[in-house]
């Protein structure tokens, strides 16, 4: 029985030394990984945000060169058909999209979805200014039909797009 006490004494103030080093362990590789975690939060954002930032200037570029108004008096030729300044205006629309497609990696869903929802609402635009042309109209009579329908649209999906980018750009800040 005395031989049972002395280990007893023994083993108990063992495990509680064992048991509390395991303890102040835990703890401590909690923080280690808190601490890194922060840190690899924190290289992260360094590295994305100048990315973030980009794409949403060039998101908002993209959909200030689609802009109806910006296109036609950019790409104004006022000697082609009507159905060749379509064409080239529906190009010039899919060409400035291509190019940015990318952009979609930096900016959240809701964002990219309003940037292709405005890419397709100014393409309707322009074929429906299209389709109301004759065989004899030109490039200044369908400038001229895109800007009584962005006039009869109000506010363009265009320009609600963009709103709504520098609202979302601003909150990252």
């Given at each position: 029985m005395e031989y049972l006490f002395q280990i007893a004494l023994i083993s108990l103030p063992a495990g509680a030394v064992i048991f509390t080093a395991i303890y102040f362990m835990r703890?401590?590789?909690?923080?280690?990984?808190?601490?890194?975690?922060?840190?690899?939060?924190?290289?992260r954002q360094e590295f994305f945000l100048p990315n973030r930032v980009e794409a949403y200037q060039r998101s908002i570029?993209?959909?200030e060169r689609i802009h109806p108004n910006s296109m036609l008096m950019r790409l104004s030729n006022p000697g082609l058909p009507s159905a060749a300044f379509q064409v080239k205006l529906l190009s010039s629309i899919r060409e400035e999209y291509e190019h940015n497609i990318a952009q979609q990696m930096y900016i959240?869903?809701?964002?990219?979805?309003?940037?292709?929802?405005?890419?397709?609402?100014?393409?309707?635009?322009?074929?429906?200014?299209?389709?109301?042309?004759?065989?004899?109209?030109?490039?200044?009579?369908?400038?001229?039909?895109?800007?009584?329908?962005?006039?009869?649209?109000?506010?363009?999906?265009?320009?609600?797009?963009?709103?709504?980018?520098?609202?979302?750009?601003?909150?990252?800040?």
């Open positions: 703890k401590t590789n909690e923080r280690e990984l808190l601490n890194l975690n922060m840190q690899l939060k924190k290289e570029l993209l959909l959240s869903t809701q964002a990219w979805d309003m940037v292709k929802k405005s890419k397709e609402e100014t393409i309707k635009i322009i074929n429906i200014a299209g389709q109301q042309m004759t065989a004899t109209s030109n490039g200044m009579d369908l400038a001229g039909k895109i800007f009584e329908i962005v006039a009869e649209v109000g506010t363009l999906p265009t320009e609600i797009a963009v709103e709504n980018l520098k609202k979302e750009l601003q909150k990252l800040f």
